[in-house]
Each structure stands twice: as structure tokens, then as C-alpha cells.
């Protein structure tokens, strides 16, 4: 029915897409960065809930391809880089040493009570509704 609306024939619509071993990579930098920050007090605006989504759609690129761990360590460190980049100079501990703010706020964030309770209310109700629950 698209098709008919924008009229264009089947199949010759093409749509450009992120690949998804990009969007993992930097989902889960974006997120961890951020949080991070916020725990620094050096986040420049309010912390936005809405990011727990990026934990959410890591773990649905994770679960749809079994190799996009692997493929992404081949592009984390060149990713890494650009993010350290483009945001070393409002977070001076980011710009020293990223690889430790990030494992850092790893770890703290698996464990941070509001974060879940973030994703248990920002996230879970809009995709699952009254669907089984997936627990973070």
C-alpha cells in the first residue's frame, strides 16, 4: 500500500540505514558516557530517563545478531576516539582516561537502583504494555 502513496514501484524504494554494529557501539558509549557525567556533575543538562532506551536497544542488537560483540570491538577503539573528541572538553576524566570512565560507569549503572527504575518505567510500559516483561 506504501508504495501505491509515494508511487513507486515494489522494491524500488531504498532506504539508507546505520548498520546496527555502528548503533551498538554507540548507543552503548553515548550511554555510558552520559551516565557517567552525571555522576561527575559534569553533564551540561538534566539527565534525559529517556537514554535507558539505549540499554534496551543494545541488548535487541546483541540478541538479533550472536556476532555483534565481535564485530563492534573492531570499531570501538576508532569510535572511541571520535567521542573522546567531541566531548573530552566538558568532562575532563573522560578525556584522560575513557576506557576507565566507561568501565566505571559500567559497572555502577548495572547496580544503579534508579536506573532500573528508569527502565522499568520509561521503557518497559510503551514496548511491552501488558506483554511478558523482560527484568534489566
Not at 540478541?63 to 568532562?91: C, H, M, P, Y
Not at 575513557?98 to 527504575?117: G, K, T
Amino acid at each position: 500500500m506504501t508504495h501505491k502513496l509515494i508511487k513507486h514501484e515494489e522494491g524500488a524504494l531504498s532506504v539508507q540505514t546505520m548498520d546496527p554494529t555502528e548503533t551498538l557501539v554507540e548507543k552503548a558509549l553515548s550511554f555510558l558516557r552520559r551516565y557517567a557525567q552525571e555522576e561527575a556533575s559534569f553533564l551540561r543538562h538534566e539527565w534525559d530517563s529517556a537514554l535507558v532506551r539505549h540499554i534496551y536497544d543494545v541488548h535487541r542488537i546483541m540478541k538479533g545478531d550472536a556476532n555483534s560483540v565481535a564485530k563492534a570491538r573492531r570499531i570501538f577503539k576508532e569510535t572511541l576516539i571520535d567521542e573522546r573528541i567531541d566531548w573530552g572538553s566538558q568532562f575532563p576524566e573522560f578525556a584522560l582516561d575513557p576506557v576507565h570512565v566507561l568501565r566505571v560507569a559500567l559497572h555502577q549503572s548495572a547496580v544503579d537502583l534508579e536506573i532500573r527504575a528508569q527502565y522499568r518505567v520509561k521503557l518497559i510500559p510503551p514496548i511491552y504494555d501488558s506483554k511478558k516483561k523482560p527484568e534489566i
